[in-house]
């Protein structure tokens, strides 16, 4: 079930008046039956694959309390579960790729191997098999009590707003609200349509219109100008950021409905005046997933600078692979660690403080460098980025142009700038105190606008495939 449908738009008010008519003790059992059956509605059978590693990482987390005074045999079950765990998560999603590139060094050196391997990727496995991980260390480090209630742990693992694109919820976040009696309250009731509403417009009115000239120019990148690429890469940065935005922004209001606070995920990422402060804005949850998790146990930057380079680009480079099993987003994952390690050698040498033409700059020359590496992310595969920066910075005077409607860039001009109103502010936030007259124009144009300006073509939400 995906949020920009029918059957949601009926699912939704259903499981939140289920929600509230049901006593506290016994919420859990709607809020999950409700997960599974939003889960289901993509591939019914996919579900035995979250439950596998729901039970691994539930018996561990005992299994450590349990065993707390043994240290060897405590890591010794942290270690199994997360084996485990990304045991599953590497058959489904990256032993395809490592087979076919394994078949290809086979051929090149003249053997004849001719294997395969076709397993279609659950939706958001990465994202709740990280969300699973993140429970079995903090567990692990004492920071976690075991969920000894199995229907809790499992819903804190498939709570349907965050279940396929997240946000990675921590337990010490998620598990404990869902816990919390949740009271029916006026004030989230409306925050929440609010965010709902905010973000349909993004990604339906948005980066779906913005993503019909992406999608063009992309399936063949050479047949065009290199002014129309160029649109065509910002248009993605603004397709992606919408996109995912939106459906962050969407799962924060469904979840705010039932009184549940999740994480914010994005916070005016394209202000960033360096690549660092981008990914403290971009996709909040994941990046300080991986600094709690994989950054700082390496020293984090308290090693020498040589030490702290290599973490950085350990750090970036299972980034990029996390997002999907290709050459491409390895050499995304590169690119940004390599510019961040660059980034810090700099700032060493600038004096402090920054006037506004400078942050200016900043801000406009990392967007640049950022819509750059999009190419990499974008690009269907190594061949198609070669095409695409060679389209951009040699058709001068070739190619087609691409004709862009009045509404792409109506829309885009509206997104940005929302993003500068909303600089560190949230939607439903920002709207309070606001006039009564400015809110519901707002609203009623964004209804407008998705009734009638939404894109005839149904684009499913980018991180669907991660």
Same mark, same amino acid.
Do not use: A, E, P, Y
């Given at each position: 079930m995906v949020f920009n449908s029918i059957p949601y738009l009926v699912f939704l008010p259903l499981m939140v008046l289920v929600f509230y008519l049901t006593p506290h003790r016994f919420r859990w059992i709607p809020l999950l039956a409700g997960s599974c059956l939003f889960y289901m509605w993509f591939v019914p059978k996919y579900? #035995?694959?979250l439950l596998i590693t729901i039970v691994i990482d539930y018996s561990a987390g005992i299994l450590m309390e349990k065993n707390g005074d043994q240290p060897k045999r405590k890591k010794t079950f942290m270690v199994l579960s997360i084996t485990a765990t990304l045991l599953v998560l590497f058959i489904f999603k990256y $032993? *395809?790729?490592?087979?076919?590139?394994?078949?290809? #060094?086979?051929?090149? #050196?003249? $053997?004849d191997v001719r294997t395969s391997v076709k397993l279609i990727l659950p939706i958001g496995l990465s994202f709740h098999t990280f969300q699973s991980m993140s429970y079995v260390i903090e567990v692990y480090r004492g920071n976690q009590k075991a969920e000894r209630h199995f229907g809790y742990y499992a819903l804190y693992v498939m709570f349907f707003p965050q279940l396929v694109t997240g946000p990675i919820e921590r337990p010490g976040n998620l598990l404990r609200q869902l816990h919390e009696e949740k009271r029916f309250s006026n004030d989230h009731l409306t925050r929440g349509l609010r965010l709902i509403l905010f973000g349909f417009f993004i990604k339906m009115v948005v980066a779906d219109n913005l993503g019909v000239y992406v999608d063009m120019v992309y399936s063949n990148p050479l047949e065009y100008n290199s002014l129309s690429v160029w649109i065509a890469m910002v248009f993605y940065s603004f397709q992606i950021y919408g996109d995912f935005f939106g459906y962050s922004t969407i799962a924060l209001g469904s979840a705010l409905l039932m009184g549940y606070e999740i994480s914010d995920n994005f916070k005016t990422p394209y202000l960033s005046k360096n690549i660092a402060e981008f990914w403290h804005r971009w996709h909040i949850s994941l990046s300080t997933w991986f600094r709690d998790y994989v950054y700082i146990p390496m020293g984090g930057s308290r090693v020498k600078w040589s030490r702290w380079a290599w973490n950085i680009m350990v750090v970036f480079v299972l980034s990029g692979i996390w997002h999907g099993a290709n050459w491409t987003f390895l050499l995304w994952g590169l690119a940004h660690g390599i510019l961040h390690i660059v980034e810090k050698g700099i700032r060493k040498k600038e004096k402090r403080g920054t006037t506004t !033409? *400078?942050? #200016?700059?900043s801000v406009l020359f990392t967007f640049l460098l950022v819509t750059l590496f999009w190419v990499f992310f974008r690009a269907t595969n190594l061949t198609n980025i070669k095409e695409v920066f060679q389209a951009a910075f040699t058709h001068f005077h070739e190619g087609q142009s691409l004709g862009v409607d009045w509404k792409g860039w109506v829309f885009l001009g509206i997104f940005v700038i929302s993003d500068l109103l909303l600089f560190n !502010?949230?939607?439903?936030?920002?709207?309070?105190?606001k006039p009564a007259v400015l809110r519901w124009v707002l609203y009623f144009g964004m209804i407008f606008s998705i009734i009638v300006f939404s894109s005839v073509e149904n684009f499913p939400f980018i991180y669907f495939q991660f």
């Open positions: 579900i #035995l694959i $032993l *395809g790729f490592v087979n076919d590139n394994v078949v290809k #060094l086979c051929q090149s #050196l003249g $053997l !033409t *400078g942050r #200016l700059f !502010t949230r939607f439903d936030h920002w709207c309070k105190g």
